[in-house]
């Protein structure tokens, strides 16, 4: 019985947690959703370079929304003892752990056709949006900038885009000045060729590789915290009655 009752105020806890974690993403990813310059004029030098590629907005009320409606069920089911609620909390986390999962295994599987679609789907909204929209060429810059590449494959990528367009000459980060920064003067065709500045997708796959064991370690922790969630609640629910 007092074990019972430790896994249980620990799964209180322990989900009480997950919702505030909840309640702070969805409310950063309405934020960013609405107002992204000012965010980005605050966290862009410090933001990750990964989420960089993706509309962090979105993704955060995502997440955020997800861990809130876990977070509530957790505690709601634990500390009032329904089956119903601990139940779903299981069948969500089981559901969140099969597609984490599956989505490895097909990225593993499937690198080159991942890196194709995300090819096509990046480069397009690079040719359609950069120096048009304000924000996008925002995350852009501070991408570029942060990782010292150019584009998402290389200068090639900001070609017939708005900003070539209007200045008929590439991002200055497209042109390296022998690996102090950017070089002075516009960056033309020819000097962007010559200069051949690695594109920010291959820039940010060998980060990740560098650092393999820690993402892996990462990964692997929230693995078992999943994991770990799932057999407390199953317990708690075999054990009510």
Known sequence: MQCFSFI?????LFNFLIFLCGVALLAVGIWVSVDGSSFLKIFGPLSSSAVQFVNVGYLLIAAGAVLFALGFLGCYGAQTENKCALMMFFLILLLI???EVAGAVVALVYTTTAEQLLTLLVVSSIKHDYGSQKDFTQVWN????????CGFNNYTDFQDSPYFMKNSTFPPYCCSDNGKGTAPGPCTEEKAKEDNVQGCFSQLLHDIRTNAVTVGGVAAGIGGLELAAMIVSMYLYCNLK
């Open 8 to 12: 249980k105020t620990m799964m209180i």
């Open 97 to 99: 752990f099969v597609a």
């Open 142 to 149: 501070t991408t570029m900038d942060g990782l010292k590449c």
